[in-house]
């Protein structure tokens, strides 16, 4: 069955158009639906599954890219827990804490994000250059969390219980450099309260 194309002056053949211009039947079997149909049975289920092949080959290629762009952007936004902060001891009565120390603007900017779990005597002591009056929030943080405000003789001056993923703010109820997380309810189980006195070697340091 001959092609006829405008302008021709005589008609081309599928075996013809097929040998001698091979890329130009790909071409038009993908762009050009209409021209497929002109084609011998032979050619035109070639051209059908030239052109399944680009299109299956084209959307494989974009929902690849798509995915690792979102893989991408999902690691830059959710960087990890930190867990190889340096430590200290404190103590509160008769308990003892084994606590991390955010001292760096990046540190305390992080705080417990992203954490799933953490041990019972376990939190983070954020420590601050300047005692002024701090404000927390619970953004990207999983686990719920209790704040101890604390001034620098290691005395609590208030308590605030934070709900995950919240960005309420909690503040101190005067200015501080210290601020101690732990697990939700740790300081209401052992009765701890505002005005109780934490002990550490971070409390006898006096700002630089």
């Given amino acids: 069955m001959p092609v006829f194309c405008t302008g021709c002056e005589r008609p081309l053949h599928g075996a013809t158009l097929a040998r001698g211009y091979p890329w130009g039947l790909l071409i038009y079997c993908l762009f050009t639906p209409t021209m497929t149909a002109l084609f011998l049975t032979p050619y035109r289920s070639f051209c059908y599954m030239a052109r399944d092949f680009f299109r299956l080959s084209v959307a494989l290629w974009i929902g690849c890219s798509l995915l690792l762009g979102g893989s991408l952007a999902y690691a830059q936004s959710n960087p990890g827990p930190q867990l190889g902060l ?123």
């Fill in 86 to 208: 340096a430590r200290t001891q404190l103590t509160v009565g008769m308990h003892r804490l084994d606590v991390q120390l955010a001292q760096t603007p990046e540190q305390r900017q992080t705080g417990l994000m992203w954490r799933k779990d953490m041990p019972v005597h376990e939190g983070m002591l954020f420590v601050f250059e300047q005692a002024t009056t701090q404000c927390f929030w619970m953004r990207n943080t999983l686990i719920p969390l209790t704040a101890a405000f604390v001034e620098d003789d290691g005395t609590i001056v208030n308590l605030a219980d934070m709900q995950p993923q919240s960005d309420d703010s909690h503040c101190s109820s005067k200015p501080v450099r210290f601020v101690l997380e732990m697990n939700q309810g740790w300081f209401a189980k052992r009765q701890i309260k505002p005005g109780a006195k934490l002990g550490g070697a971070v409390f006898s340091k006096r700002p630089s």
